[in-house]
């Protein structure tokens, strides 16, 4: 009557991925170039702040959350990597 469904699993959410897994699928081929990237954006966020606030706009400081999280996102990223290797 009815047709048997395997069990399958779901695919992964993109922000599960993105969050948990550490990175999307091509950053963790390349984990240590990515997390340079991510580095570079940190540092870019962090002295555009702060020459924002210097100048008196105040949500300059918001480019200290997005340093933040590409900090959090880039260690994420090295320590999954380093995790499925060993």
């Given at each position: 009557m009815y047709a048997q469904?395997?069990?399958i699993t779901p695919p992964r959410s993109v922000i599960?991925?993105?969050l948990v897994g550490g990175g999307w699928p091509?950053?963790?081929?390349h984990p240590e170039a990515w997390a340079a990237v991510r580095t570079?954006?940190?540092?870019?966020?962090i002295a555009f702040?702060?020459?924002?606030?210097s100048y008196?706009?105040?949500w300059g400081?918001?480019?200290?959350?997005?340093?933040?999280?590409?900090l959090a996102l880039?260690?994420?990223?090295?320590?999954t990597s380093r995790a499925a290797h060993h």
């Open positions: 469904t395997s069990n599960r991925n993105y091509f950053q963790l081929r570079l954006a940190v540092v870019w966020f702040g702060s020459i924002l606030c008196g706009y105040g400081a918001l480019l200290y959350l997005a340093a933040a999280k590409e880039g260690y994420r990223l090295l320590k």
